[in-house]
């Protein structure tokens, strides 16, 4: 089936810096998705992606669906303390597909 | 309501019990999923419901899971005879229309079997 791989597991970056998270695919996909889970929350969705190639961004964060479709990253920019979290990608194959996630990246802000 | 709700926010049972989660979905979402979520995991599919349609249940871990949506609303999923294995959030979500459009998710259910 298809998977999306998150590497790695977690990241570590001081207050100010930016950081730059990929998806991978071996499957092509025509949705991507990013949402970010707090403690103790559901995840929330951060950024949609439906083109290849496309760009988009929210306030500092920034978000593109690769050009081959198997990928997808989301980058950060001045990162914050209230940033910590997991953040999740998930796409889908097909218009009925269900959507898939990777296991996540949990990001920790040193201040 | 405004998002989606899920209750107990905790729940704490003995192993072998039998436990029920519910979630009440964003109102006008026809599609309810729920997903399990263990610690340090990412999200794993249980069951998948949309409008009338028989749900996608290719997610549920074992028959000791099933999950029943009433009248195109509330969800309940319940764990019979439950194992410590199945402690974890259980995660429900909803979307407007059906498989692959945007999920909104409830806090989750923090399951705890002891």
């Known amino acids: 089936g298809q998977q999306l791989n998150q590497s790695p597991q977690s990241m570590f970056i001081q207050e100010g810096e930016d950081v730059s998270m990929n998806c991978t695919s071996s499957s092509i996909f025509n949705t991507w998705l990013w949402y970010k889970q707090d403690p103790g929350e559901g995840p929330v969705l951060l950024i949609a992606l439906y083109k290849a190639g496309e760009l988009t961004s929210n306030g500092r964060l920034t978000a593109q669906f690769g050009i081959t479709r198997k990928d997808s990253f989301l980058n950060i920019s001045a990162s914050i303390p209230s940033d910590v979290g997991i953040y999740f990608c998930a796409g889908r194959t097909g218009a009925n597909s269900k959507l898939t996630f990777g296991k996540g990246i949990t990001l920790s802000v040193r201040p | 309501g405004a998002g989606v709700s899920q209750s107990p926010s905790n729940k704490v049972t003995e192993k072998g019990k039998d436990v029920e989660l519910r979630c009440d979905p964003i109102?006008?979402?026809?599609?309810l999923y729920w997903y399990r979520q263990s610690l340090g995991q990412g999200l794993e599919f249980l069951i998948y419901f949309q409008g009338n349609s028989a749900p996608d249940k290719s997610g549920l871990p074992s028959d000791r899971f099933s999950a029943e949506r009433t009248g195109g609303s509330v969800s309940t999923l319940t764990i019979q005879r439950t194992q410590q294995e199945d402690s974890a959030v259980y995660l429900c979500a909803s979307s407007e229309t059906g498989v692959g459009e945007k999920l909104f998710f409830g806090s989750g259910t923090q399951l705890s079997v002891l």
């Open positions: 109102s006008g979402h026809t599609a």
